[in-house]
């Protein structure tokens, strides 16, 4: 059992502040991922997981117990960093076998287990080659197990994979996934790359300035973004934010975009709306929820950008600039032309044009 659970955790540095008032709950088992651009504040909060760095505030609590004083060692915490730290004298087997030697394992179950992981991570037929002149994937490969076949009860890995190539990549996104279920360990994974966070995580939270903005599942935080920094980070492109304008006429309010066109609002965000002290309000689609059968919108197309079986279609009009993403079944604006389209009510997200927080509405 390893639920972790961070509570007002804050870390300043002199002045500034890397961490602020961090409040979240690790379930025992889950794979969370921390996600957010460089300098967000995600490995100051591992180290303090970890026990590397000391807390300015707040309490770190593992299955309940606050741990801030319990030095590194005897938190039970398995740690692969960003930039991974292999004995490279040694070999591929050796270095496999150093945790579990330090921990005093019998020589015939360091060799089962070194099998075992070997096996899993498929780093057999090297298993006596000198690290030293491995190429980076299998250095990367090499830094997961040796820290996974402590089996410990937290795992925590801190961008494990942005040194290595895409293919890689792809590779090691599914095997450590599986890996996890196979050993049932609580993950805390750091990452700036939305994908890795959304195709692995059962949770991601979502940090930027030293913040959690959200936390929730990759559909929920797809779906319904807190806010339009959450909103624009996740999916690839992110989500579009327009600026518009609220109008009334009978009983039917929507929101205008000048010059692209009039969006009637659903119920839902029509009473989500009145909490707005102004007209002003942003506009959120999906570029995926471009409906190109539909009408009432109209903008100019660029770029058309076909991508394998997706184009990015790149529309402006004066300020407001968008992107829709089509599949290959359907017939392409070309570039250079006014193009109409639109986009299904429910798909309609609407935020705050002055805090970026989401209008709360009917979730769907
Ligand atoms: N020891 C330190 N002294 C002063 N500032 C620090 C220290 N460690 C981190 N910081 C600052 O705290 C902020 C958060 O750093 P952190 O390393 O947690 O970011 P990160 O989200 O892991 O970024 P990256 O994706 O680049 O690894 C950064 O602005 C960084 O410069
Ligand atoms: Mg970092």
New binding site residues.
């Given amino acids: 059992m390893s639920e972790i659970v961070l509570e007002s955790l804050g870390?300043t540095?002199?002045d500034?502040t890397?961490?602020a008032d961090m409040n979240l709950t690790i379930a025992n088992g889950e794979f969370m991922a921390?996600l957010?651009?460089?300098?967000?504040?995600?490995?100051?909060?591992?180290?303090m997981i970890a026990g590397m760095?000391r807390p300015s505030c707040g309490a770190i609590r593992f299955n309940g117990q606050d741990v801030v004083d319990v030095p590194m060692a005897k938190r039970g915490v398995g740690f692969v960093f960003?930039n991974y730290a292999i004995f490279t004298h040694m070999s591929v087997r050796e270095n496999l076998a150093y945790g579990l030697r330090a921990q005093g394992v019998p020589t015939a179950d360091i060799k089962k287990r070194i099998q075992a992981f070997a096996e899993l991570l498929q780093l057999e037929s090297m298993l006596n080659r000198r690290a030293a002149g491995l190429s980076v994937n299998i250095l990367q490969r090499l830094a997961i197990g040796r820290s996974a076949i402590l089996e410990p009860a937290i795992f925590l890995l801190?961008?494990p994979l942005?040194n290595v190539d895409a293919a890689f990549r792809a590779v090691m996104r599914s095997e450590l996934k599986s890996l996890q279920g196979q050993f049932g360990q609580t993950m805390v994974y750091?990452t700036?790359d939305q994908l890795e966070a959304m195709t692995m995580a059962d949770r991601i939270a979502v940090?930027d300035h030293?913040k959690l903005l959200q936390v929730g599942t990759p559909l929920e935080i797809y779906n319904n973004p807190a806010d339009t920094f959450v909103a624009k980070f996740i999916g690839a492109p992110g989500m579009n934010i327009l600026q518009g304008r609220l109008s009334q006429s009978a009983d039917v309010a929507s929101v205008g975009v000048p010059g692209v066109g009039s969006i009637p609002l659903s119920p839902a965000l029509q009473s989500a709306v009145r909490q707005l002290t102004g007209p002003e309000v942003q506009v959120g689609f999906r570029p995926e929820q471009v409906n190109v059968a539909g009408a009432g919108l109209t903008m100019h197309v660029g770029l058309v950008e076909r991508i394998g079986a997706r184009t990015i279609v790149h529309l402006e009009r004066g300020e407001t600039t968008a992107k829709a993403v089509l599949p290959a079944d359907v017939a392409l604006p070309k570039a250079q032309s006014d193009w109409t389209f639109a986009v299904p009510q429910e798909d309609i997200r609407l935020f705050d044009p002055k805090s970026g927080q989401a209008l709360k509405a009917r979730t769907h």
Avoid at 36 to 47: D, E, I, Q, Y
């Fill in positions: 870390k540095f002199g500034f890397a961490l921390l957010g651009p460089s300098g967000c504040g995600k490995s100051t909060t591992m180290n760095l960003q801190d961008e942005s750091v700036h940090m030293g």
